[in-house]
């Protein structure tokens, strides 16, 4: 299986900030129906500050899993501003710390990271699932990596449910009306399409996947 030590979770923010990159245009898009239109301009220079800052060599490198997250969840919420910076950069320096101070992380480790994440998320937001946010998107990938970990411990297999149950989750949310967020002063208006934050999550654990795939 996959080695995740920080040169895999660097990596992965690596990858994250390619992907938001990528599809920036459309996150902005999705934020432009049911918000104010920012969301892919927001992560992509939040993201883009992260790789920067685990890439450049002119900062000491992270040297652990744990400080590579916290770093770059100080990043996003230093640079990304809007609600998404401060939510999703919590998600990372949670996960950061549940990881301690391994220089390796194991696939039990991995699970409690994306749950404390969730868990953080949760409680600076105030958002349950359904809400139409990001929680739609971590809480089941974080319920689908205990569960598919529980059954083949296999790290692998459990990143890769998570990924599969992030974006089903964040494809759930079209139909749904937003509760919290700009997007719920829309009210019923904001059904019909899709949440930016939770796609954008979406992409963040594909991403994850894909490099422990490699
Ligand atoms: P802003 O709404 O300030 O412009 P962004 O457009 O960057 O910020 O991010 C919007 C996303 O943030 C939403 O799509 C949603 O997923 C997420 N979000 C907003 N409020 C909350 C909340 N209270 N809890 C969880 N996620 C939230
Ligand atoms: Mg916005
Ligand atoms: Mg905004």
Redesign the pocket.
């Known amino acids: 299986g996959p080695v995740l030590d920080a040169e895999l979770f660097r990596r992965w923010l690596v990858a994250a900030a390619e992907a938001v990159s990528r599809e920036a245009k459309a996150l902005t898009d999705l934020?432009a129906a049911i918000?104010?239109a920012?969301?892919g301009a927001?992560?992509d220079r939040g993201y883009a500050a992260v790789r920067a800052r685990l890439t450049d060599g002119s900062a000491p490198a992270p040297a652990t899993p744990g400080e590579v997250l916290v770093t770059a969840g100080r990043q996003l919420v230093a640079t990304?501003g809007?609600?998404?910076g401060p939510?999703l950069g919590t998600a990372l320096r949670r996960a950061g710390r549940a990881l301690g101070d391994a220089e390796r992380v194991d696939g039990a480790r991995l699970g409690e990271a994306l749950r404390a994440a969730t868990t953080g998320?949760r409680e600076m937001?105030?958002?349950a699932p359904g809400d139409k946010?990001?929680?739609d998107a971590l809480q089941p990938a974080a319920d689908a990596y205990d569960e598919e970990f529980a059954r083949s411990s296999s790290l692998l297999a459990a990143v890769r449910a998570a990924a599969t149950a992030a974006r089903r989750g964040a494809e759930a949310t079209g139909p749904l009306r937003a509760r919290?967020?700009?997007?719920s002063y829309l009210g019923e208006r904001s059904a019909g399409h899709l949440?930016?934050?939770?796609v954008s999550v979406a992409l963040l654990v594909e991403a994850l996947a894909a490099v422990c795939e490699r």
């Open positions: 934020d918000g104010d920012d969301h927001n992560l990304v809007g609600a998404s939510l998320v937001g105030g958002a946010t990001m929680v919290k967020g700009r997007a949440d930016p934050g939770a």
